[in-house]
């Protein structure tokens, strides 16, 4: 049963960082990688490392998805591609 959570949350980090390199919206793609960071918070968790968890949803999670945010709202939020 342990490795069938491993697996969906798996699953779903591979999903977001795929979508994250597609989408063209930088709005979109900002919030795909505070997704794909809080997955990885909870696949770190679920793996035992709580330090490594608690640091990936306070950093990467939490900090550096409002930063991306902030810049896509002073810059153009749809890429010229």
């Known amino acids: 049963m342990h490795w069938l959570i491993d697996l969906i949350v798996l699953t779903f980090v591979i999903f977001c960082a795929i979508a994250a390199i597609s989408v063209k919206d930088l709005l979109g793609t900002a919030i795909l990688f505070g997704a794909y960071s809080f997955m990885m918070c909870l696949l770190w968790a679920v793996m035992g490392a709580v330090d490594v968890a608690f640091t990936e949803?306070?950093?990467?999670?939490?900090?550096?998805?409002?930063?991306?945010?902030?810049?896509?709202?002073?810059t153009s939020r749809r890429t010229k591609d």
Do not use: D, H, N, Q
């Open 57 to 74: 949803a306070s950093v990467g999670a939490g900090v550096s998805t409002v930063f991306f945010v902030a810049a896509v709202f002073r």
